[in-house]
């Protein structure tokens, strides 16, 4: 059984940091791709990083360039997000995904058929 479950979401500041980190079982990262969606109340899910398991090629929403960095584990099968810099635009669910790799990873959420749970991250003062 597959499943995607994400830790690490909380309250921070603006300008404070988090980590998000993704437990996957039921099946080895290695020749997945795999990362980060966001949902913002009222907003759509949109792709935030993602990396694949095939050529190691990343993708970042220009909205995040520079403020978070995508990691991955295959050995513990884990995928983590280092959010730095946080604003009043990062407040969202964020979503672990993960599909088969074969290529650079797409942003589109419909590529995606394992989702996880989701976890929430706010940002305020």
């Known amino acids: 059984q597959v499943q995607l479950v994400e830790s690490g979401g909380d309250l921070v500041q603006p300008g404070g940091s988090l980590r998000l980190s993704c437990a996957v079982s039921?099946?080895?990262?290695?020749?997945?791709?795999v990362g980060w969606f966001r949902q913002a109340p009222g907003k759509d899910r949109e792709g935030v990083s993602l990396?694949?398991?095939?050529?190691?090629?990343?993708d970042v929403a220009d909205s995040v360039k520079g403020r978070f960095a995508i990691s991955r584990d295959n050995a513990k099968n884990t995928v983590s997000l280092q959010m730095n810099d946080l604003t009043h635009e990062d407040p969202a669910v964020y979503y672990c995904?993960?599909?088969?790799?074969?290529?650079?990873?797409?942003?589109?959420?419909?590529?995606?058929?394992?989702w996880g749970q989701g976890t929430q991250v706010t940002v305020s003062s």
């Open positions: 039921g099946f080895t990262l290695d020749y997945y791709t």
């Open positions: 990396v694949s398991g095939s050529d190691g090629s990343t």
């Open positions: 995904v993960a599909k088969k790799a074969d290529g650079p990873p797409p942003m589109w959420k419909e590529e995606y058929p394992y």
